[in-house]
């Protein structure tokens, strides 16, 4: 179901469909997603437009284009035909609320009769989008959200509310920016969108190939080269993209295949490309949306929350790598042979100027730039350097793919954000957020612990059925709150439930990212899963070190934040290597069961400026045993032939 809105349109379709749907439909799809388009830019630029308007009509314009594809993905005919119906209710919402508009600010945003027919047909739409493109998960969650607004007044006890009419309805989630179009579609529109438009541009001109012979470059001369290229070139173009699953599907076709000709298993290749693709998820820029929409539900600005995330994300990086380092030396294999210093100093000198698109949104970033301008000014350089050349150059018929490829690869996402907007409107409106919050921190009896695994079991299991955006934006709303009353500052808290709500991309038995690297490999999808958590798992460590060590979130002193930095490298260094059986030869289980205990030693959860004898005991008994385990193993080393398991 992902992957059918990552596939563009592209005619897959088209032998069972005449010659004429097929050329009406992608012309429309075409003409939408160059509409939102120009819409997204003009609004990011010049900010001239109210922001329900701007919401409602980019909502209506995607909402119109996800029924086209849908229909058109649909087999039988009365059930295309009942799609393509729909498009005109998609897109009615958007040209109410703009032909409207004054009478409904007069108003007080208060919803009349005629408002009400616009709101049905808005929700039909978004419940027909979520049930076709995203799952039965979100749909069931909407469908009791908008339930309990209607007949929570049934209900007995505090859980219970006064109950609310369906016209105080529509108004709260059709003609304020608290429902449908709130800040988490505000987010979409000005930050989302722009952001894929640009990655999808980036990937258009061959950046994203650049990418891969950088890494390429920096790793292939290295044992195993081809697994270390995979986690490295993946970990960037996912920092772009955001999208574990699309990652994987456009980068592990290539990726994959090189790692079985190196020498690693179908399951093994599957495993590194979906533990590197997820890495895009947490990695800035982009971070899978997160940033945005925590920057804007924190009010903080953009670059903190993208300061913040980037050391845990570079932890996860360099375990992910020295994890497959390892696994190359546990099998044996050999280096690239045509990779090398030697690529990358011709991929930069022919190939380099592909990457000023991201100088130029650093830079614009640096200078002060609003991040939705600096997108833009990011596509504007994009676009002047294509020409440069042919291989390179986009053209309008190039251009307008883009447009409708963003179109496609958005939709899920807009299409959640617009649900979780209904879901917290109702919170809002009944308040019930804050008594489900008060309920986490009752259960948990202020044991701030029992807390976080609560949080990491109901981040995960919301994770399992909810795209990463809609996941944490209810978990900021739930849960959030409850972890912030207990202490934590509120970036340990948005970042450790942003973490748990996506580690589904790995785990069983969701895994997306995972199955979809399977089906490139050809290996088993649950024993893909495995060793893809097995290579990955700092995505489920890293949280609970927020927690204890602030300093990897930049909160705190100087020497709190070096201090954090140093022993989570050195405790998860060591837990990489006793994961991985291998250190300069074959590591037997007592080894690494010691090996893996003073790691845990080192990242004993306690504050890390903590001064109690029990911590500085045993942090210290863990670096000495790290230490003192590593030095031997080193000098135990021989050099014979490595065990191939």
Known sequence: MIRDWITPLSLRHAQDRNQLETIVVSGLVVALAAAATALVIYGAYFGLITALILRSAFFSLIAAAGLLLLGYQTGPAWGRAALYALVPFALWPGLHVEANFMAIVMRGGMATAPDLWVFYGLMVTLLVLVWRGVGLALLVLVGVALAYALFGNLIPGEYGHR???????????????????????????????????????????????????????LTGHMRGGPGLTAALSSSLLGSINGSAVANVVTTGTFTIPLMKRAGYSRNLSGAIEAAASSAGQI????????????AEIMQVPYAQIALAALIPALLYV??????????????????????????????????????VPLLALLYFLFIGFSPTRAAVMAIVAGLLISPWHPKTRVGLIGLLLVCRDTVIATMPIVVAVASAGVVIGVL????????????????????LLVMLMLTALVSFVLGMGLPTSAAYLLLAVLVAPALTRSGLEPIVAHM????????????????????????????????????????????????FLFASMPGLLLVGTGWQITLSVALACVGVIGLTIAFGGWFLGHTRWPERSALALASALVIWPTPVDATDPVTLLARGAGLVGVTFLLLRRIRSASPTQPEIS
């Open 163 to 217: 109950g609310y009419s369906l016209l105080r309805l529509a108004s709260m989630m059709m003609l304020s920016t608290e429902g449908v179009f709130g800040l988490p579609m505000g987010v979409a529109v000005e930050y989302i969108f722009l952001f894929a438009l640009l990655g999808g541009l980036l990937m258009r001109i061959g950046t994203g190939e650049v990418f891969v012979d950088i890494a390429r470059g």
């Open 283 to 294: 990695l800035p820029p982009v971070m899978g949306a997160a940033a945005f929409l925590m």
């Open 318 to 355: 360099l375990a992910l790598m020295l994890a497959v380092w390892l696994e190359a030396g546990r099998l044996g294999l050999e280096r690239d042979p045509d990779a090398g210093l030697r690529l990358l100093r011709d991929t930069l000198l022919r190939r380099g100027y592909l990457l």
């Open 428 to 447: 809002n409106l009944t308040g019930l957020g804050l008594m489900l919050s008060g309920m986490i921190v009752n259960v948990a009896a202020g044991n």
């Open 496 to 543: 450790f439930i942003f973490y748990y709500g996506l580690v589904s991309a790995i785990t069983p038995p969701v895994a997306l990212a995972a199955y979809a690297a399977a089906s490139i490999s050809g290996g088993d999808p649950n024993r893909t899963a495995v060793e893809s958590v097995r290579l990955g798992f700092v995505k489920l460590l890293v949280p």
